[in-house]
């Protein structure tokens, strides 16, 4: 048996699309089975994979490495080809880790992986490791703090050999090991110097073509925040403080979209503790049971405070006809509404609350992930960055965030109690509302 995972850290145009594409059709062929070729984003992969056109020979990239004489269907809608042995290959997106629930794959790639939410591969890992299949992940380097960089340190520590079969095989390949000419080097980086800069257009091409973990991620909206922090030694291990409540942030998206910051203030200074995540078909019930065994394993002692969530969260859910607000007391939290916002203002206000706060590294590793790439989107067609971020994976725990910087100056160390307080079951919808007028502009119960 050969290896079963590698780490492709190859200079951009360097292939590694095309030369996956090739593996997967030799692996489809020589055993039966599903197949996936996962990008960050499904909406990128029709035109990067589906559509893409092989300039030096005019035809697909995919009818190259599939050839139509081995296909038995082709969908072209839903980016799917059966191989006449049974085979199966899609392009999928790593973005919506609940969306790849279906007949597991026997070989998976994963392109431009430091650019995808590390959760699918924590999801589809386990089962690959069952039927013996393999993965392979191919990207270019998105900075020190990223999932892919951790990786790529893993596996030189694991390296693959016939002793040791569960070992990876990894590669760092720029422009300096390949053929790739260096005056289209040069002409990529005066485009990059009239776009971004010339500070911006050198680390970029640094990060593309001579594959630097050094750079910073373009676009990037909190990353030099964060990476000052780390630099003023505020990414270290914290202990949670027992005589301060234990607050907690939300983005209320279905399964793996739901994300939960847990925090303490103390006076100026916010304590950033865990980020915690949904998890496939998991509901707030489920995320709630994970706040609570993390409470117990790292802060027994702590009081629960309140629970920040979206504005949206008093909307009644189609199915039970309640509200995620009452899904909340029913469970005994203290659900606190944060006042709509723009989203601008929700990104300026985190901007200011980073610089205060501390963060408990080692239980905010992939929150603090999606803080650092949290960017926003650039139009390749029109040459500029758009004025709205990109969502993605990034987005929930980035949200959450914005929702903690909005309100985590209005937490005291003991919240304040109803003065004429009812039992919550007495409490109707419209009881709740009206617990609404405070200085806070949230529902407290």
Known sequence: MGCKRELLIWHRRAGKDDVQLHKTMVAAWQRKGNYWHALPQYSQARKAIWEAINPA???????????????????????????????????????DPDS??????????????????????????????????????????????NHAFRMLQMARDNPWSPANPDGWFSEVLT???????????????????????????DALIEQEYYCSFEAAVLGAMFAKAIAKAERAGRLVPLMADPALPLNSAWDLGKGANMAVWLYQVSGNELRVLAG??????????????????????????????LDYVPHDARVR?????????????????????????????????????????WFNEPQCGEALEALRLYRVEYDEEKKVFKDTPLHDWTSHFADAFRYLAMAWRTVRADPPVEAK?????????????????????????
């Open 175 to 201: 422009v300096e090991d390949t053929e790739f000419p260096h005056n289209l080097v040069e002409v990529q980086r005066r485009e990059y110097h009239g776009l971004y800069g010339l500070d911006a257009g």
């Open 421 to 445: 307080r009812r039992d919550l079951p007495e409490l109707t919808l419209n009881d709740l509302w009206k617990l609404n007028d405070r200085p806070e502009r949230g529902i407290r119960v």
């Open 317 to 357: 859910e189609l199915g039970s006809g309640k509200t995620r607000i009452e899904t909340f007391i029913r469970l005994g939290r203290k659900p606190v509404l944060v006042p709509a916002h723009k989203v601008d203002d929700g990104i300026a206000a985190a901007r200011l609350a980073i610089p205060l706060a």
């Open 100 to 145: 790849l629930v279906g007949s597991p794959p026997v070989g998976i790639t994963f392109s431009e992986f430091a650019l995808s939410n590390p959760a699918a591969w924590a999801y589809l890992a386990p089962i690959l490791a069952q039927n013996g299949g393999w993965a392979s992940f191919i990207t270019t380097p998105r900075g020190r703090g």
């Open 276 to 305: 915690i995540s949904g998890a496939h078909d998991e509901v707030i019930e489920d995320v709630v049971a994970k706040l609570e065994k993390w409470k117990g394993a790292h802060a027994p002692q702590c009081k629960w405070g």
């Open 57 to 95: 020979t005019g035809q697909r990239r995919i009818d190259e490495a599939f050839p139509r004489e081995l296909r038995e269907t082709t969908l072209e809608h839903d980016m799917f080809i059966r191989l006449i042995n049974g085979s199966t290959w899609k392009l999928v997106g790593s973005d």
